[in-house]
Nanobody
Framework: QVQLVESGGGLVQAGGSLRLSCAASGRTFSRYIMGWFRQAPGKEREFVAALSWYGEATYNADSVKGRFTISRDNAKNTVYLQMNTLKPEDTAVYYC??????????????WGQGTQVTVSS
């Protein structure tokens, strides 16, 4: 069983940065692929980024590649999403996700409660 708790969301102006954190419980954190999804008002939930236990990262190229960076600290059971050059269209609830096989489609094996990111223009 894995429990995920996100933090770091908030209100930021366009062009600004935020770093989301996701703290995971469970002793087998390092085995999981970790990632992020987001859901904007009135839109479907979409994949943002994922990171394997050995450091291979994938991104939603159309939306965030080049601006967002995913990283993890296995010693702290934490995954991060550094978001730079934020745009109003990045406004969404961001969900942390964990899965032993893949983090690409919803639903993953485990997910958090979400954290709100609002980007003002």
């Amino acid at each position: 069983q894995v429990q995920l708790v996100e933090s770091g969301g908030g209100l930021v102006q366009a062009g600004g940065s935020l770093r989301l954190s996701c703290a995971a419980s469970g002793r087998t954190f390092s085995r999981y692929i970790m990632g992020w999804f987001r859901q904007a008002p009135g839109k479907e939930r979409e994949f943002v980024a994922a990171l394997s236990w050995y450091g291979e990262a994938t991104y939603n190229a159309d939306s965030v590649k080049g601006r967002f960076t995913i990283s993890r600290d296995n010693a702290k059971n934490t995954v991060y999403l550094q978001m730079n050059t934020l745009k109003p269209e990045d406004t969404a609830v961001y969900y942390c996700a964990a899965d032993l096989k893949a983090v690409r489609t919803w639903p993953p094996e485990y997910w958090g409660q979400g954290t709100q990111v609002t980007v003002s223009s």
